[in-house]
């Protein structure tokens, strides 16, 4: 059993905790509506999360995830209503700048050389500039209109009476179903593990490290763009100044909780949703239990981050530690 996999059954554990004990302190945890809302949620940041995950498994990081989804979330409903264009050509449109975005991270990192953490810090701004400065930094909507697109974000499909399934869990299904074939199933995705556990090694050994690296954040900033569609479809309306903030430290932690090493080569697409659901759960349960305060979300999320860390470097020593015992006993 791989490492990821050993974490990712640890975090579920956690999660199954959490929701136990979210349902002995609040009532409504279990309500329909409540579920519904949580299922809903997990999707969309589990799209995101997904997205980080690709560059982390190649030993990067992407800042610019909260950033790439207010830009894409303005621009849809901005076109659509104050542009007259039609949902046929607004939707591909918002989704190609996502992956033009992606493109441009990973030819800068890869071509000139610039660490990930400055190009997708300068793009976190860049972007939410950008939004802001098209929209006139006013909230855009969808007015009341194309209830039909909107149902991927805010529709669902009943499967009892009282209870529907969120359409976004049929994208996240999507969404993972595609990254676990190409990560496990392809050489590209072999490739991307690689690179991550050793660059210098994997291009040594013949690997295109940069176009991986490349595809990687295209993947990234695609599938953020992706998000930004359904969270303003969810929504109805985004105001540029913070919708999607801080949105890259939940898909970041998710990540990492979910079994992805910050150094690279680790990283499961099942473990990433189920990092997404405990950061969702987390979220639901300071929001219903009344004796906590609202405001310590951001504390969660930055103790989460850490845990996730301190976790991959304990494991990451004890398995080192056992190479050189077994190393040691051959010898």
């Known amino acids: 059993m791989s490492t990821s996999t050993k974490k990712a059954l640890g975090v579920f554990g956690l999660l ?73 050509a607004a939707v591909p449109v918002v989704l190609a700048l996502g992956l033009l975005i992606g493109l441009v991270h990973g030819l800068l990192i890869t071509g000139l050389g610039i660490q990930p953490f400055i190009v997708t810090l300068c793009g976190l701004l860049i972007y939410r500039g950008l939004a802001r400065g098209i929209t006139g930094d006013q909230t855009v909507g969808f007015q009341g209109d194309y209830p039909g697109l909107r149902f991927l974000g805010d529709g669902g499909f009943q499967i009892t009476e009282g209870f529907s399934l969120p359409a976004p869990v049929l994208v996240l299904s999507a969404v993972a179903v595609l990254s676990i074939v190409f990560l496990r199933m392809t050489v590209w995705g072999r490739w991307m593990f690689a690179i991550g556990r050793s660059e210098s090694a994997a291009r040594h050994s013949g690997i295109s490290t940069s176009t991986m690296t490349v595809l990687a954040y295209t993947i990234c900033a695609g599938l953020s763009g ?5 969270f303003v479809l969810y929504v109805g309306s985004a105001q540029p100044v913070d919708f999607g903030s801080f949105y890259e430290l939940y898909a970041i932690a998710a990540a990492v909780l979910g079994g992805c090493s910050l150094r690279g080569g680790e990283g499961s697409v099942i473990g990433v949703i189920v990092g997404a659901a405990l950061m969702q759960v987390l979220r639901n349960a300071i929001t219903l239990i009344d004796w906590i305060n609202d405001n310590v979300e951001f504390a969660v999320i930055g103790v989460v981050i850490i845990v996730g860390v301190m976790t991959d470097e304990i494991l990451r020593r004890a398995i080192a530690r056992r190479l050189v015992r077994q190393q040691e006993n051959r010898a």
């Open 16 to 88: 199954v905790a959490t929701c136990i004990a979210t349902m002995v302190f609040s009532d409504v945890f279990l309500s329909s509506f409540n579920f519904e809302n949580l299922l809903r949620r997990t999707a969309l940041f589990g799209i995101i999360s997904i997205g980080a995950a690709f560059v982390i498994i190649v030993g990067g990081i992407d800042l610019s995830i909260g950033s790439v989804i207010a830009l894409v979330g303005c621009l849809l409903p901005w076109l659509l209503t104050q542009h007259g264009w039609s949902p046929w």
């Open 226 to 230: 992706l998000g930004g569609v359904l």
